[in-house]
Nanobody, 115 residues
Framework: QVQLVESGGGLVQAGGSLRLSCAAS????????GGWYRQAPGKQRELVAH???????NYADHVKGRFTISEDNAKKTVYLQMNSLKPEDTAMYYC?????????WGQGTQVTVSS
């Protein structure tokens, strides 16, 4: 069973930046599309960005131009660079495959953006 561990969250002021990391127990991102998701209180989990094995990326409209998804050469870690953060970006952030796999959800990493 693949394990995913997210890290890098924290408290930041609006306009600030954070870099999230997702470390996989195996080099799954060689063949699996990796995705970053988030869930704000009282809302459904949503896809924020994903990266295909070949490196192509896609973003939700509300993060385009501010967030960048990338992966390391070993294909075991996926990153999410978040710039120009807004209070509405406050959420628990998770990584998973895209489409997501139910048994792969980790604990997530909390991002809180203060105004």
């Amino acid at each position: 069973q693949v394990q995913l561990v997210e890290s890098g969250g924290g408290l930041v002021q609006a306009g600030g930046s954070l870099r999230l990391s997702c470390a996989a127990s195996e080099a799954i991102f060689r063949i699996i599309t990796g995705g970053w998701y988030r869930q704000a209180p009282g809302k459904q989990r949503e896809l924020v960005a994903h990266i295909l094995p070949g490196g192509s990326t896609n973003y939700a409209d509300h993060v385009k131009g501010r967030f960048t998804i990338s992966e390391d050469n070993a294909k075991k870690t996926v990153y999410l660079q978040m710039n120009s953060l807004k209070p509405e970006d406050t959420a628990m952030y998770y990584c998973n495959a895209y489409p997501s796999r139910s048994g792969w959800w980790g604990q997530g990493t909390q991002v809180t953006v203060s105004s």
